[in-house]
Nanobody, 116 residues
Framework: QVQLVESGGGLVQAGGSLRLSCAAS????????MGWYRQAPGNQRELVAAITRGGNTNYADSVKGRFTISRDNAKNTVYLQMNSLKPEDTAVYYCKIDYAHIGGYWGQGTQVTVSS
């Protein structure tokens, strides 16, 4: 049974930083892409950042230069370093892990709140 455990969300003032982590376990299949999405109240879930197994990255325009996605393949873990946070970054952040053969799985979500 695939399990994704997210951590690192919280409340921070504008300009501050947070680091999210998502650890995957429970599958014998290899992990392809890993990513972070977010959903603010009243909005659709949107891609924040993604990273391939080889380390290629993709970012939403709104977070470029502020957020950095990384992964540790040995630990099946993906990270999102968020700097220079803005109130508009407030949302529930979800990790998504794409496995070979069995598809994508979502984390439970972690709340990030940025106060002005």
């Amino acid at each position: 049974q695939v399990q994704l455990v997210e951590s690192g969300g919280g409340l921070v003032q504008a300009g501050g930083s947070l680091r999210l982590s998502c650890a995957a376990s429970g599958s014998i299949f290899s992990i392809n892409a890993m990513g972070w999405y977010r959903q603010a109240p009243g909005n659709q879930r949107e891609l924040v950042a993604a990273i391939t197994r080889g380390g290629n990255t993709n970012y939403a325009d709104s977070v470029k230069g502020r957020f950095t996605i990384s992964r540790d393949n040995a630990k099946n873990t993906v990270y999102l370093q968020m700097n220079s946070l803005k109130p508009e970054d407030t949302a529930v952040y979800y990790c998504k892990i794409d496995y070979a053969h069995i598809g994508g799985y979502w984390g439970q979500g972690t709340q990030v709140t940025v106060s002005s």
